[in-house]
């Protein structure tokens, strides 16, 4: 199983398209006589009426599932489709894909833009299905949001790493794309999450904006991993195959109440699961060691 892989970014072009619909109406003239648009036409108006804005607004449909674990923080127990989502705090990556794990293993197609570094194998090991999962290039800065637009467009999940801010105005075209897709859009800011691996839980004083702040005002759904603590490494043996987590779940609307839960990413046996009280920082395998403690840095560099 391997995942689609598109090296270069996806085009939206402007005089070019011009040429491409002329070529694309001179074979329909061609080969269309009739006989395809009666074959395929009830199949075409079925599929536009189910996917179609007004249909996804009333259905059941509005919510992608998510992992056993995440059920219970997350407002009506799962992704609302056509949310803005932000990911932030240490294991940025790691949680974005275990949101997209879930609607993965659904069926639904997964589309990760700008994250370079992104491990397949633990993309796999977290649920997300690789045939089913699209990388794309960074595009260059000033075409991301054209990029962003064209891939919500295509995907019942987008996550992606803005290389900037992203502005004002292309926000508001991006939610509106979402929200007329029905897609739900996962924004990773991949740097701010390698130096938030010592990052602390912000308390109530933080409840206003979790994550990163890469989108331009507070995003739907927001999500923060902090005081990770690993597991594995005794007195100098031993290799790391744990780690916890403290999430802290907010957002707008329906998720405003903060909700926190210690969250295993992965256990021991390459779990997602809560940790149940009293589990502390001990874990199976040797001492949980947080990344401030000198012995784990020692240990493990």
Same mark, same amino acid.
């Given at each position: ?7 270069? $970014?996806l ?5 070019s ?6 070529a $694309? ?10 006989? $395809?648009?009666e074959?395929v ?16 607004h009333?259905?059941?449909e ?15 127990g ?55 999962? $699209? ?16 891939v ?6 987008v ?6 801010r ?16 029905g ?43 902090t ?19 403290q ?27 809560l ?16 990344p ?6 020692e240990?493990?560099g």
């Open positions: 199983m391997t995942p689609v892989v598109v090296a270069a $970014v085009a939206v072009t402007s005089g398209g011009r040429s491409v619909t002329k $694309v109406a001179k074979h329909k003239q061609v080969f269309d006589d009739g006989r $395809v648009r074959a036409g009830s199949q075409i108006s079925s599929f536009r009426d189910r996917w179609s804005p007004d249909a996804l009333g259905s059941r509005r919510l992608l599932p998510v992992r056993e674990a995440l059920v219970g923080l997350l407002p009506g799962g992704l609302a489709r056509g949310s803005v989502v932000e990911v932030g705090g240490a294991a940025v990556v790691s949680l974005a894909l275990l949101l997209a794990s879930g609607p993965s293993m659904a069926g639904s197609w997964v589309a990760v833009v700008g994250v370079a570094d992104l491990g397949l194998v633990a993309a796999a090991e977290l649920g997300v299905d690789l045939e089913r999962l $699209v990388l794309i290039d960074q595009p260059e800065p000033d075409r991301w949001a054209a990029v962003a637009a064209s919500i467009e295509a995907f019942d999940v996550v992606a790493s803005p290389p900037h992203v502005r004002a105005a292309d926000g508001r075209r991006l939610q509106a794309r979402a929200r007329e897709q897609t739900v859009l996962v924004l990773v800011d991949v740097a701010a999450g390698r130096a938030g691996d010592n990052a602390r839980s912000p308390g109530k004083a933080g409840a206003s904006r979790l994550a990163a702040g890469l989108w331009p005002e507070a995003a739907d759904l927001s999500l923060l991993a005081d990770p603590v690993w597991a594995g490494m005794e007195q100098g043996y031993g290799h790391l195959h744990s780690r916890q987590v999430l802290t779940v907010g957002g707008r609307r329906r998720a405003a109440r903060l909700r926190h839960a210690r969250l295993w990413l992965p256990g021991p046996a390459g779990e997602v699961a940790v149940e009280a009293g589990a502390g920082g001990a874990f199976r395998g040797g001492r949980g060691l947080a401030e403690d000198p012995v784990a840095l240990q493990v």
